[in-house]
């Protein structure tokens, strides 16, 4: 099992240690994982509400952003 941690978007990298192939007589190496989030292609209307709630609750980080 892997756990994907919070805030993982496309193309983060996890890396499990000690998961990957073993060469013969030696230890396993490193899997590494790649995630790929996919999102719903049609959203219900209960779906749609739950997420304007979300985006009225969370704060936008953005406009602490300095550049």
């Known amino acids: 099992a892997v756990t994907i941690p919070p805030g993982a978007s496309t193309g983060t990298r996890l890396r499990l240690r000690g998961l990957g ?3 013969d007589g030696e230890k396993p190496g490193d899997l590494y994982v790649e995630c790929a989030v996919a999102l719903p ?3 219900s209307k209960e779906d749609l509400e ?3 709630k ?3 609750d969370v704060p936008d980080v953005r406009e602490k ?3």
């Open 21 to 23: 192939v073993a060469p």
């Open 41 to 43: 292609k049609s959203w």
């Open 50 to 52: 739950l997420l304007q």
């Open 54 to 56: 979300l985006d009225s």
């Open 65 to 67: 952003l300095s550049f």
